[in-house]
């Protein structure tokens, strides 16, 4: 079995809705049959939130969530992943801004494990951090390019003067 790095505890409430009503059962439960390899999951009697379970493990793979919070969640990590894809700075960093704009440890920063609320404040913060500083991000790229291009120009340059000397090495051999 896999070590799980960051693991919740078992849930005792819905972390939707916080009724009690909820079981360890499978994923037949959702969809009518199970699906997967592990279809092992807590589900709420009241509000149907659901969450699957790390595999082999009764340990959830994140918050119990319904179709709001998982649409919520979609939306988080598409605005999130945006810095760390366009460049802006590396995913771990990514993350860890994350976590100190939401005042919570690096380590409970999973997309999964956070509140509607937390989710919605993911989108705005990661949109207005990527608009404010998408000038910066775009001066970088021009500049690097601007290095990259220079570095192509000198390693032609080199290859150049190369063949131009095996041409004349050729030219004295023949003369
Ligand atoms: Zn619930």
């Not at 505890?9 to 809705?17: R, V, Y």
């Not at 909820?22 to 049959?33: L, M, P, V, W």
């Amino acid at each position: 079995m896999s070590k799980i790095k960051d693991a919740l505890p078992i849930p005792e409430q819905c972390d939707n809705c916080c009724s009690l009503n909820i079981q360890f059962t499978t994923n037949d439960r959702i969809y009518g049959r199970t699906y997967g390899d592990w279809p092992k999951i807590y589900y709420c009697n009241d509000c149907r939130a659901t969450v699957g379970c790390h595999y082999g493990t009764e340990i959830p793979l994140g918050r119990m969530a319904d179709r709001a919070t998982r649409q919520l969640r979609t939306r988080a990590h598409s605005e999130f992943d945006r810095l760390w894809q366009s460049g802006l700075m590396s995913r771990s960093k990514a993350y860890n801004w994350l976590a100190s704009q939401l005042g919570i440890a690096a380590s409970d920063c999973h997309i999964s494990w956070l509140s509607k609320d937390q989710l919605k404040d993911v989108a705005t913060l990661s949109a207005d951090y990527l608009s404010k500083n998408y000038a910066a991000l775009v001066r970088r790229k021009v500049k690097n390019d601007a290095k990259q291009e220079k570095r192509n120009q000198r390693a032609n340059a080199v290859e150049r003067r190369k063949a131009e000397s095996a041409r004349r090495q050729k030219t004295k051999r023949r003369a």
